[in-house]
């Protein structure tokens, strides 16, 4: 007997007729009354967005924030790079919420700059003076234009991602982010004075109670907004306390738009190109697997052609990007916890968060009133978002069938490996540097040999296997497909 398709269109709605009031899918496309297709009231859209916008704005400027002293540019340079980075950050999340042609997944998807490239960006621009930022957009520019081309043939390795690999790499997801939470919980700079003090990590347990007991004690839309809530009194306690930084508001001007090819026209090295084209393709199989994720955290799986789409949608916002100043575009997984908590499965919601993440852009002001949040305060929040990132991988494992043949073993020796470069960072200090871009990724890593072990244990030479293995149910009925 033939092997079911494992991805369908309906997939999702066939478990609506159990919910009441809920609307089957049709077959032929999306059912528009579907929550990922629910336009909110203007009040909920907002604050949903400005939700996405505060969960994900330290990760966004962060790799600026980083990459612009490394290379030699000073502090205002870099507080452009910044403002450019959260004005490509909108329009690639547009790209991957509202979507044209066949780009865009069409899903509650959030995209910014990715930190895959950091390291390997530094090095291509260490000693190369006025001509780092020119190089690292070019490289940047053709990896996303051969990322664009490749899309329809990555996506196809979807057939391959069944739960016992989409729930190790989920779960990856959300414990490799963890150690963010913990870095800002203690201050976000090891070299600061007060880095890990009892105030910082005073400050982080106090908003993450805050939160659990928002969520405990509220009820509708305000126990889906409890992290912005959460983020305004920690930040309002954080006053009074000292660990506000009110400096950025009044260096801050009012408009700036980030001028075309600000630091000059793009240069193109090879041996850049090449290294950033190992970076865009880690940055593919991270959105992979964060596309699979949140595809069954909202209860509409991600197929074939909504992974080509989304991964177009990247590779086209990272091709974009340099033209405004930007770096490379790639999903961010905070945001998926943020959306598997809410429950705010609209994919309006975020597209209005990549307008807010456009008008940051464009008026830095407004960009310094988010940045008020001081990182104690979000690695508080951080860890209640990043953990439910970790939890959504535990529940996808649970529909894995572990207990059969050797999947046990497969997500053992993937988290094993997985875990290395948060539980050793050092670990590959004497691999080379190349190499580095994928091994210091726990995400990367884990994925390919959970890819490797299934193809090995459950597909070569194993044809039963491999038919059970694609009739594997691929979306866990833990979240209703009509939960709000």
Known sequence: MAAKPRFRKDASAE????????????????????PVDEKLPPGKMFTSGLQHVAAMYAGVVAPPM?????????????????????FTAGIATLLQTLGFWKIGAKLPFVNGVSFAGVTPMIAIGKGEGDNAIPIIFGAIIVAGVLGFFAAPYFCKLVRFFPPVVTGTVITLIGVSLLPVAFNWSQGGNPHA????????????????????????????????????????????????????????????????????????????????????????????????????ALGKIVGRPADEKTIEGG?????????????????????????IGLVAMTKVRSRFVVAVGGGILILLGLCPVLASVIALVPLPVLGGAGIVLFGTVAASGI????????????????????????????????????????????????????????????????????KDSQDENATQPEIPDQIPATAH
């Open 15 to 34: 478990s609506a007729p159990a919910e009441s009031g809920s609307t089957s899918g049709s077959p032929s496309g999306p059912d528009p009354k579907h």
């Open 66 to 86: 980083i990459v612009g002293p490394a290379v030699g540019l000073d502090a205002t340079e870099t507080a452009f790079l910044m403002g450019a980075s959260l």
């Open 193 to 292: 004075g007060d880095y890990g003090s009892m105030t910082n990590i005073g400050m982080a347990a106090l908003t993450l109670l805050i939160v659990l007991a928002l969520r405990k004690l509220l009820r509708g839309f305000l126990q889906q907004i409890a992290i912005l809530l959460g983020l305004v009194a920690g930040t309002l306690i954080a006053i009074p306390v000292g660990i506000t930084n009110f400096e950025a508001i009044k260096n801050a001007d009012l408009v700036g738009f980030p001028t075309p090819f600000h630091f000059g026209a793009p240069q193109f090295e090879i041996a850049a190109i090449i290294s950033m084209c190992i970076v865009m393709l880690v940055c593919m199989t991270e959105s992979t697997a964060d596309m699979l």
């Open 311 to 335: 991964l177009r949608a990247d590779t086209l916002g990272s091709a974009i990007s340099p033209l405004f100043n930007g770096f490379m575009c790639s999903a961010f997984a905070q945001n």
């Open 395 to 462: 529940q996808t494992l649970a529909t894995a069938a572990l207990e059969k043949g050797e999947n046990a073993l497969i997500v053992a020796a993937a988290l094993g490996i997985g875990l290395i470069p948060i539980a050793a960072p050092t670990f590959y200090h004497a691999f080379p540097e190349d190499l580095l871009v994928v091994l210091d990724s726990g995400i990367s890593t884990g994925c390919v040999v959970a890819i490797v072990l299934n193809l090995a244990f459950n597909h070569l030479g194993k």
